[in-house]
């Protein structure tokens, strides 16, 4: 027979033993701690002003030509003089300190309420600096664009396409003539005045 003493067994039902203090009848475990919630991410300013070398040098050479700045991601657009385009477009590109050698993309916007209805605008950067800025021109219906093929080879079929799409003609293009659209395609279609289903091409009337 063994002398050894065993503790007492904790009584069925959770009741307290002995020496122990009783649980209320109805506790609840302990609640988790919810984990902090995130921070909320901090509002950009898309709208606000960048330190742009290029828009330094357009101000202090072509102050006149200046009609508007406006500042959108990091990047800025300068709506200018249509007569200045040329002269300005060629400083960009062959200023040393600026090299924009590259016209990334030309297109044409239609604001059918304004009197000058189109905007042009063309997206300049410099390959060798990662300059960029964003040129615009303001055009009446028919009103020709200056071209800039004879400066960047590239606008030759941006021109033509902001010709085919828009109707936007482009004084001093070699061959202006559509690009994405067949010759016999009546209209342009992303004027806003075009009709959604487009034009009969045996009677010009809608369909």
Not at 29 to 39: D, L, V
Not at 118 to 141: C, G, M, P, T
Not at 146 to 172: C, K, M, Q, Y
């Amino acid at each position: 027979m063994s002398d050894e003493i065993k503790p007492p067994s904790s009584p069925p039902g959770g009741a307290a033993g002995p020496g122990q203090t009783p649980a209320p009848p109805d506790a609840a475990p302990p609640a988790a701690t919810a984990p902090p919630k995130p921070a909320a991410p901090a509002k950009v300013n898309l709208t606000a002003e960048v330190d742009s070398p290029v828009l330094r040098a357009l101000k202090e050479k072509f102050p006149q030509a200046i009609q508007a700045v406006s500042f959108y991601a990091g990047e800025v657009s300068v709506l200018l003089d249509k007569d200045s385009l040329l002269p300005v477009c060629r400083f960009l590109k062959e200023d040393p300190a600026l090299r924009l050698d590259y016209l990334s993309n030309l297109c044409g916007v239609d604001y059918p309420d304004r009197e000058k209805r189109f905007e042009v605008v063309y997206h300049l950067f410099s390959i060798s600096l990662s300059h960029r800025i964003n040129l615009k021109i303001q055009l009446a219906d028919q009103e020709p664009a200056p071209s800039v093929v004879t400066i960047w080879r590239t606008a030759n079929w941006h021109e033509r396409e902001a010709f085919d799409l828009l109707g936007i003609p482009f004084e001093g293009h070699p061959d202006l003539r559509r690009i994405l659209l067949a010759d016999e395609w009546q209209g342009h279609p992303l004027r806003k005045e075009y009709p959604t289903r487009g034009y009969d091409r045996d009677h010009m009337k809608l369909r």
